[in-house]
């Protein structure tokens, strides 16, 4: 099953994460199927690729809760 998640990237105490597509089973930061943006928690800045976020929920990808409410946040899901 696909999934919607973050990876993690960043230094040590300095997370940043990545918004990537990827198989449930894999681990956190596995190699993704696609990479379709990114998120800075510490800063609050996120620079999302809409359509191609739009396009793998269509195919019915799942985000998990963190992504869903991000997305929410950024008002690309109602």
């Known amino acids: 099953m ?20 990827m198989e449930n089973s894999y681990r956190r930061d596995g190699r993704p199927i696609d990479e379709v943006g ?4 510490i800063s609050k800045q996120y620079n999302f690729e809409v359509d191609k976020i739009k396009k793998w929920l269509s195919y019915g990808v799942k985000p998990t809760e963190t ?5 929410k946040k950024s008002k690309i899901i109602d």
Request: net charge positive; hydrophobic share 40%.
């Open 67 to 71: 992504v869903l409410n991000l997305l």
């Open 2 to 21: 696909l999934k919607l998640r973050l990876k993690r990237a960043g230094r040590k105490r300095s997370p940043s994460y990545r918004l990537v597509i």
């Open 38 to 41: 990114h998120y800075n928690p």
